[in-house]
């Protein structure tokens, strides 16, 4: 069982900078891959970005060169850093945890955080 709490949501302007974090409980974090996923209201939840274990990411086309995602194994934390946001950018932000990449691609894992609130204004 894997436990993953996220901090650092909030609203912020156009053009500005927000750092997302997650906080996985568990021995056995090195071995997941951690990823970011967003869903805003009436849309599908998406993978933003994702890290395998080994430190391979990948990214969402709309994210691409914006957001930098990060993992410190030793502190069992993944990181979200978010630059350049726009207004669709907007979303409950989720931390999620999989050992099954192949899950990520479909934007589903194994487990989730609480989700907490981007919002970026115009």
């Known amino acids: 069982q894997v436990q993953l709490v996220e901090s650092g949501g909030g609203l912020v302007q156009t053009g500005g900078s927000l750092r997302l974090s997650c906080t996985a409980s568990?021995?056995?974090?090195?071995?997941?891959?951690m990823g970011w996923f967003r869903q805003a209201p009436g849309k599908q939840r998406e993978l933003v970005a994702g890290?395998?274990?080994?430190?391979?990411?990948t990214y969402a086309d709309s994210v691409q060169g914006r957001f930098t995602i990060s993992r410190d194994n030793a502190k069992n934390t993944v990181s979200l850093q978010m630059n350049s946001l726009k207004p669709e950018d907007t979303a409950v932000y989720y931390c999620?945890?999989?050992?099954?990449?192949?899950?990520?691609?479909?934007?589903?894992?194994?487990?989730w955080g609480q989700g907490t609130q981007v919002t970026v204004s115009s």
């Open positions: 999620a945890a999989t050992l099954s990449w192949n899950k990520f691609l479909k934007s589903s894992s194994d487990y």
């Open positions: 568990g021995r056995t974090f090195s071995t997941y891959a």
């Open positions: 890290i395998r274990s080994v430190g391979f990411t």
